[in-house]
T-cell receptor, first 111, second 113 residues
Framework: QKEVEQNSGPLSVPEGAIASLNCTYSDRGSQSFFWYRQYSGKSPELIMFIYSNGDKEDGRFTAQLNKASQYVSLLIRDSQPSDSATYLCAVKASGTYKYIFGTGTRLKVLA | DTGVSQDPRHKITKRGQNVTFRCDPISEHNRLYWYRQTLGQGPEFLTYFQNEAQLEKSRLLSDRFSAERPKGSFSTLEIQRTEQGDSAMYLC???????????FGPGTRLTVT
């Protein structure tokens, strides 16, 4: 059973702080990793993807991947109340076309 | 370029009825996925199309579920003899063959009474 694990939260951070979201996965052969933001009642929105070990930055977002330790993280700098949402980690499973999603971490940014 | 669209956005049906949902992917995307999401869970993979070919189907998908993508463009997902446990958000996503990034539509929320 290929799994993706996330802490469900809620993770509460003050406005302007850095929010750190973590995800671990079980499929050692996975090569593609994604972070989605989902507001309540809406569909997931792709915010970051990463395929290589290391860091990838896009604006206030940084994705970090460590394949040896099988974890991927998302940092949100200068957190804003509008960042309050559920963040889903997704992994493309090896040897299939499936994408496995975690249950998401709920982030609350306090004004 | 418009994103992925889904129709209807909401569907309320009585147990035992059949329902059909439609998904229109981003125009140049040849890969299309269907997912189901229930409250507090991440999206759960249902099936995958590459062009018109259905290449993978979840073992969780009972034989009451069927999906088609006849001309490699839009796709339909049909649920026959709906049950209350089918109540969920049904999400469609598409991606280009050049990358693995998936983009989701707004979803169809199904309520089975």
């Amino acid at each position: 059973q290929k799994e993706v694990e996330q802490n469900s939260g809620p993770l509460s951070v003050p406005e302007g702080a850095i929010a750190s979201l973590n995800c671990t996965y079980s499929d050692r052969g996975s090569q593609s990793f994604f972070w989605y933001r989902q507001y309540s009642g809406k569909s997931p929105e792709l915010i970051m993807f990463i395929y290589s070990n290391g860091d990838k930055e896009d604006g206030r977002f940084t994705a970090q991947l460590n394949k040896a330790s099988q974890y991927v993280s998302l940092l949100i700098r200068d957190s804003q109340p509008s960042d309050s949402a559920t963040y889903l980690c997704a992994v493309k499973a090896s040897g299939t076309y499936k994408y496995i999603f975690g249950t998401g971490t709920r982030l609350k940014v306090l004004a | 370029d418009t994103g992925v669209s889904q129709d209807p956005r909401h569907k309320i049906t009585k147990r035992g009825q059949n329902v059909t949902f439609r998904c229109d992917p981003i125009s140049e995307h040849n890969r299309l996925y269907w997912y189901r999401q229930t409250l507090g869970q991440g999206p759960e993979f249902l099936t995958y199309f590459q062009n018109e070919a259905q290449l993978e189907k979840s073992r969780l998908l009972s034989d009451r579920f069927s999906a088609e993508r006849p001309k490699g463009s839009f796709s339909t997902l049909e649920i026959q003899r709906t049950e209350q446990g089918d109540s969920a958000m049904y999400l469609c996503a598409s991606s280009h063959s050049r990358g693995h990034e998936q983009y989701f539509g707004p979803g169809t929320r199904l309520t089975v009474t």
